[in-house]
């Protein structure tokens, strides 16, 4: 019995986690077709943070690419490429969300490791379906059944 409940737990733990990361990766992906906007580079603090507005509203935000919304890392990698690119007071194109528009890129070239994540999570959410389905039992290393 206490072997489904940690099944159960695992699964509800991982079916969240993999709605919340595939979310992100669609987002990503379909911001190539997201509307564009003017805007212009603010600041810079890693990324470039610019403003733009949208339905007369002011927004600011500091996404470069759009795999930044599933990889935060994505930033640290590409922080000397984004000062060289937009430099302070420049000119850029915004992609917006047309739901969330203070959701924005300025960059919409989709990074295909976001689907191998996404896949990775899916599998181990189906494993742990399938162990609360079947009553797997987990074994610890000496032998014992929980």
């Not at 991982?14 to 990766?25: E, N």
């Not at 379909?30 to 580079?41: H, S």
């Not at 002011?58 to 000397?80: D, I, P, V």
């Not at 996404?118 to 032998?143: D, H, I, K, P, Q």
Request: aromatic share 16%; with cysteine.
């Amino acid at each position: 019995m206490l072997s489904r409940i940690i099944w159960l737990f695992l699964f509800i733990l991982l079916a969240l986690v993999t709605g919340l990361v595939s979310l992100q990766v669609w987002r990503a992906y379909t911001a190539r077709d997201w509307p564009t906007t003017p805007g212009v580079v603010a600041a810079f603090y890693e990324t470039p943070n610019y403003k733009y507005s949208v339905g007369g509203r002011n927004y600011t935000n500091s996404y470069g690419s759009c795999n930044e919304l599933f990889n935060s890392l994505w930033s640290m990698r590409n922080s000397a490429k984004y000062a060289v690119r937009y430099p302070l007071d420049a000119k850029v194109v915004v992609h917006y969300c047309r739901s969330r528009p203070g959701l924005a890129v300025l960059e919409t070239k989709f990074d295909a490791s976001g689907l191998f994540v996404v896949m990775g999570l899916v599998l181990m959410t189906s494993v742990c379906c399938a162990g609360l389905v079947f009553g797997w039992r987990l074994r610890f290393r000496f032998g014992s059944e929980i």
